[in-house]
């Protein structure tokens, strides 16, 4: 497992890179919404708790050092949780986890190269992430009666890593961007569990400048 020692020596190496840059472009300010794919993992998640559909959204700044590096910060409000749709003690049970994050990415981005005259910048991207618990509940119908909980235990932080790859547009003088990555915290987010969430998002945004 990744040690949070390792992400921030890391960001101290992009910060530095970026530091020693003879020039920097502010080339995006933008924003961006999508859905994410999310669950949790770990030895204790129970096997009924699947992927659900959630909500991300939020605005992005992209700082660009050359025609190959740039880096990208992000805020983002992201929804989180899984879902319960199985029988529980002999009772229809539907569940889901609610988790929603003030989260922070930080990525490194690459461009391929596609020739000077190019308005299509295809990319990947890495990063880690910084995330603010905005609220933690578990909604719930359990046999015809319907209730709502809050999850003391999840942890108020949750810090894990990025990953993905995505592709700029040229339209008028912005950008189109269009984006798909992969995201796990780095450790369990709940005091009394070994859960991790793990998400898939699939994002589309438009870039000011």
């Known amino acids: 497992m990744i040690s949070k020692m390792r992400v921030w020596?890391?960001?101290?190496?992009?910060?530095?890179?970026?530091?020693?840059?003879?020039?920097?472009?502010?080339?995006?300010?933008?924003?961006?919404?999508?859905?994410?794919?999310?669950?949790?993992?770990?030895?204790?998640?129970?096997?009924?708790w699947k992927t659900r559909t959630a909500l991300v959204a939020g605005a992005f700044l992209t700082l660009k050092f050359n025609d190959i590096l740039?880096?990208?910060?992000?805020?983002?409000?992201?929804?989180?949780?899984?879902?319960?749709?199985?029988?529980?003690?002999?009772?229809?049970?539907?569940?889901?986890?609610?988790?929603?994050?003030?989260?922070?990415?930080?990525?490194v981005k690459f461009y391929i190269p596609t020739g000077v005259a190019s308005r299509?910048?295809?990319?990947?991207?890495?990063?880690?992430y910084f995330a603010f618990k905005m609220d933690a509940k578990l909604n719930y119908t359990w046999g015809?009666?319907?209730?709502?909980?809050?999850?003391?235990t999840i942890k108020s932080t949750?810090?894990?890593?990025?990953?993905?790859?995505?592709?700029?547009?040229g339209v008028g003088k912005g950008k189109l961007t269009l984006d798909v990555r992969y995201g796990a915290s780095f450790s369990a987010i709940a005091t009394d569990?070994?859960?991790?969430?793990?998400?898939i998002s699939a994002m589309i945004g438009y870039s000011f400048k």
Do not use: C, M
């Open 9 to 48: 020596l890391a960001i101290l190496v992009i910060f530095g890179a970026a530091a020693s840059a003879s020039a920097v472009e502010v080339s995006g300010l933008g924003i961006k919404a999508g859905v994410n794919f999310t669950k949790l993992t770990g030895s204790d998640v129970d096997a009924n």
């Open 158 to 169: 949750d810090l894990g890593y990025v990953t993905g790859a995505g592709i700029d547009f």
């Open 70 to 107: 740039a880096i990208q910060p992000e805020i983002l409000y992201s929804q989180k949780g899984p879902k319960w749709d199985a029988p529980l003690d002999g009772q229809a049970f539907d569940g889901t986890v609610n988790l929603s994050y003030l989260e922070i990415p930080v990525l």
């Open 193 to 199: 569990s070994t859960e991790k969430n793990q998400t």
């Open 144 to 152: 015809g009666v319907s209730d709502e909980r809050t999850l003391d």
């Open 120 to 128: 299509v910048h295809p990319h990947v991207f890495v990063g880690p």
